[in-house]
């Protein structure tokens, strides 16, 4: 079982930044690939980036690449998400998923684990 935690959402003006943490229990977490996810009220849970277990690979959607980064410390069992540049539309909860397999998926069934979410909100 692994459980993920995320931190760090809150309210931001547009055009701001935040830094998105998840920490993840056990001791495997180098050999998971990791996602971050958001989901707004009425809409489908859409895929935001993905990085492999060493983090030499990353994965972004179209909509926020450019704009955010994901990074690992694998000794601190942690995933990030740096988000600048927010817009209004990124408003949403977001989530960080574990895949055991290790791969760099945008598949929302590709992922094992869920984190709880944590709130981002962007007034204009």
């Known amino acids: 079982q692994v459980q993920l935690v995320e931190s760090g959402g809150g309210l931001v003006q547009a055009g701001g930044s935040l830094r998105l943490s998840c920490a993840a229990s056990?001791?495997?977490?180098?050999?998971?690939?990791m996602g971050w996810f958001r989901q707004a009220p009425g809409k489908e849970r859409e895929f935001v980036a993905a990085i492999n277990p060493i983090g030499s690979s990353t994965y972004y959607s179209d909509s926020v690449k450019g704009r955010f980064t994901i990074s690992r410390d694998n000794a601190k069992n942690t995933v990030y998400l740096q988000m600048n540049s927010l817009k209004p539309e990124d408003t949403a909860l977001y989530y960080c998923?574990?895949?055991?397999?290790?791969?760099?998926?945008?598949?929302?069934?590709?992922?094992?684990?869920w984190g709880q979410g944590t709130q981002v909100t962007v007034s204009s």
């Open positions: 056990g001791r495997n977490f180098g050999t998971y690939g």
């Open positions: 998923a574990a895949d055991l397999y290790g791969r760099v998926s945008s598949a929302v069934r590709a992922y094992d684990y």
